[in-house]
């Protein structure tokens, strides 16, 4: 069955950097793109961007621009996304989703920036 | 970026009656090929979102039939015909059509 599993609860500090893992199986990890979406606590929903997991192109949100990265790595199935330059608003709950959402996503990891 | 407004915010509803939320976007929605990228999502607590509705008003697979969307244009409505308790979360309209992509302040469907 399709899983998307994403790494762990994170805690950083102000200006830091974060780099969360969503690992793909049950699937061919090169046919379907990989979307992040955040969701600050008690808050609605942000579209982060995604990545073609074929041909790694990227399209980010205009307000993460130069802070953020996704990349893929086929060989173990995983997505990555590194936010850097961290801060308090940075606080929030990010997934990794199939494409664009319509079906498979990750359970979530909490990352929380305070000093 | 595209506002997508969400009426109401809270929504107490008792049991096997029907609910429905509005959602208004600040521009059309309307693609350049015809499409419209309006799609609704659920997030029950403690969950990942769920999306149940693309393009306006078509169901996504293993959703039931009670959930139904409709609207055009900037205006679009989600309707549950008779609510259970496993409909009780949170309930985002999102558009798909002009980058960046973006949701509603989400509704909170309750219980009476």
């Known amino acids: 069955q399709v899983q998307l599993v994403q790494s762990g609860a994170e805690v950083k500090k102000p200006g830091a950097s974060v780099k969360i893992s969503c690992k793909a199986s049950?699937?061919?990890?090169?046919?379907?793109?990989i979307s992040w979406v955040r969701q600050a606590p008690g808050q609605g929903l942000e579209w982060m961007g995604w990545?073609?997991?074929?041909?790694?192109?990227?399209t980010y949100a205009q307000k993460l621009q130069g802070r953020v990265t996704m990349t893929t790595d086929t060989s173990t199935s995983t997505a990555y996304m590194e936010l850097r330059s961290l801060r308090s608003d940075d606080t929030a709950v990010y997934y990794c989703?199939?494409?664009?959402?319509?079906?498979?996503w990750g359970q979530g990891t909490l990352v929380t920036v305070s000093s | 970026d595209v506002v997508m407004t969400q009426s109401p915010l809270s929504l107490p509803v008792t049991l096997g009656q029907p609910a429905s939320i509005s959602c208004r976007s600040s521009?059309?929605?309307?693609?350049?090929?015809?499409?419209?990228?309006l799609n609704w999502f659920q997030q029950r607590p403690g969950q990942s979102p769920r999306r149940l509705i693309y393009?306006?008003?078509n169901r996504d697979s293993g959703v039931p039939d009670r959930f139904s969307g409709s609207g055009s244009g900037t205006d679009f409505t989600l309707k549950i015909s008779r609510v259970e308790a496993e409909d009780v979360g949170v309930y985002y309209c999102?558009?798909?059509?002009?980058?960046?992509?973006?949701f509603g302040q989400g509704t909170k469907l309750e219980i009476k």
């Open positions: 049950g699937y061919i990890f090169s046919t379907y793109d």
């Open positions: 999102m558009q798909g059509t002009h980058w960046p992509y973006t």
């Open positions: 989703a199939r494409n664009y959402g319509e079906d498979y």
């Open positions: 990545i073609s997991v074929y041909n790694d192109k990227t």
């Open positions: 393009k306006v008003s």
């Open positions: 521009q059309s929605l309307v693609y350049s090929d015809g499409s419209t990228f």
